[in-house]
């Protein structure tokens, strides 16, 4: 379909893509803050390693399930807006975000969300990293604990913490592409159905 659209239209596509990925980026995004000011930053005042440890890890674990549960649902909306803007464009249609296909799947869009999530770390990693300053210091306790906490107690903080995008990235790319299948297998099944009725006619 793309190679159908002239070049000012691939341009309005792009730009309409990136919208709609940042639309599902923002989600991930908020749950990250709200995961990193609540449970992540009792992991400060733990004295106790134990709890620190624990608490570190159950703060993860909810940050990765919900980065799983939203790029399953992204992956899930993307066929089911391919399926139908697939329809509209059968029947002619003037939609101009069904004509240029916006929100369709595609595998790399979910790694591309959770990279979008994470930007705003990465930015303030890398400025904190190259000069230290109480402002983003601040930000990464209480903003991005997710990212801070994991190796701050062995003393390796810094430039790594940023390999740690990998998780929440993959995550969620993963589980866009795990959507997306499924939702095919669902509407394959639908088409089967919809198809053996009108035999049966």
Known sequence: MENNLTSAQKR???WYEVKDMFAGAAFPFMLMLILSASILSFAGSSGDIALYIVIVAVGEILLLASYF????QSGITSVRRLVQ???KRQIGTKD????LG???????KGFVMGLISCVPYIIVQIIYCSVPNKVCEFMLVYLFGWAFYPLYFTGL???INLVLIVFPIGVHGGAYIFGAHKEWDKQRKVFEMQNGDKKGK
């Not at 101009?96 to 004509?99: D, E, P, Q, R």
């Not at 929100?103 to 790399?108: H, I, K, M, N, R």
């Open 69 to 72: 549960i939203f790029g399953r």
């Open 85 to 87: 803007n697939t329809k």
């Open 12 to 14: 309005t596509a792009f």
């Open 157 to 159: 903080a810094g430039w």
């Open 96 to 99: 101009k975000s069904a004509l």
């Open 102 to 108: 916006v929100g369709e799947y595609s595998a790399y």
